[in-house]
């Protein structure tokens, strides 16, 4: 059986808190050149530090980091830097998967987009869409996601905006009616949780962005992969030839699910780098039972990213010599 082919994932907004890889920031030096890179790409554009924004100032864990004009840049950034560090590891990728705003990342890392150029999108994106799009949220259901289109009141009030897992799915809304609907589901006894985010991302209460996201990016250069990218919005590979992907990126809903099961046909290892291990979750609710597919993680807000990392590394290293994860 030949080997199982290695992805880095890459997560968007919802997997971001104070003082993220604060560990890596301050001991390896290939995280922070990157991470320095970007904070002063930002502190340029938009007068203020994303590293700084990261620190929280005292902050906790636990506290929302839902500040988009920060948030957006550091989730971009934090992803970016680790995959970095891989690379100067010798570690390299069969593909590249992205969610939401991980799809960004990956394509900066496959060299479609250069990192000058993704990150800039990204860190423009918050006032655009406060220029224009009305107030809203998201929510996280774990729940199947039939529970949607069954229920009036999430029906009415919401749309899907992904599908992440057999049990687990995540809608976009309003701000004036999200406690209505978090108010029925608690009705339903089901668990959920509002993510960080202001805007109602992955349904039509963004359309309103549209027009000026496409003229952002019409101008945007993009280069053939250097290896392949793997879009959860069009659960397919992406390309050059796709103009408007990254309006569709944030305007599509996520297909999680349905990509992972594609992904299955022959397994991987999953390489989630995102900043608290988001994708290992949702992608292990994914797995059929007897799945050759193994899943690695490296940062968490619990800390431990340093022997995380060494182990992931070494994993890695021995999968490429020996063709064997044992």
């Not at 959920?192 to 209460?205: C, D, G, I, N, T």
Request: aromatic content about 8%; some cysteine; glycine content about 8%.
């Amino acid at each position: 059986m030949p080997p199982l082919p290695v992805i880095f994932c890459f997560a968007g907004q919802g997997s971001q808190y104070f003082g993220m890889a604060g560990q890596l920031l301050a001991e390896n030096a290939v995280f922070r050149h990157w991470m320095l890179a970007g904070d002063a790409i930002v502190a340029a554009r938009h007068g203020f530090s994303v590293l700084a924004e990261i620190q929280g100032g005292g902050k906790r864990v636990s506290q929302p980091f839902d500040r988009m004009e920060a948030s957006h840049p550091a989730i971009f950034l934090v992803q970016y830097a680790l995959a970095k560090v891989l690379q100067d590891h010798g570690l390299r990728p069969h593909m590249l998967l992205g969610v939401s705003l991980g799809e960004i990342v990956a394509q900066a890392i496959a060299g479609m987009i250069s990192f000058e150029a993704a990150l800039t999108l990204v860190a423009d994106q918050p006032n655009l869409f406060r220029r224009t799009c009305p107030p809203g949220g998201m929510v996280a259901v774990l729940a199947p996601a039939t529970l949607h289109a069954d229920n009036p009141v999430l029906a009415a009030r919401s749309e899907m905006a992904g599908i992440t897992s057999p049990n687990h799915f995540i809608l976009s809304a309003l701000a004036e009616d999200l406690d209505e609907i978090e108010a029925e589901l608690r009705r339903r006894e089901v668990v959920f949780q509002r993510l960080p985010v202001p805007f109602a991302f992955h349904s039509r209460f963004i359309d309103a962005a549209q027009a000026e996201c496409l003229a952002a990016t019409a101008l945007v250069r993009r280069e053939t992969p250097f290896w392949p990218v793997w879009s959860c919005c069009t659960a397919g590979l992406t390309g050059t030839a796709m103009p408007d992907l990254i309006w569709r990126i944030v305007r599509q809903p996520m297909r999680v699910a349905h990509s992972v099961a594609i992904l299955e046909q022959q397994g991987a290892v999953y390489v989630d780098l995102s900043p608290s291990g988001t994708l290992a979750t949702v992608l292990r609710q994914c797995l059929q039972p007897g799945s050759p597919s193994k899943l690695l993680s490296v940062l968490s807000p619990f800390g431990g990213d340093d022997q995380r990392l060494t182990k992931t590394v070494e994993t890695l290293r021995r999968l490429a010599e020996t063709g064997t994860l044992r």
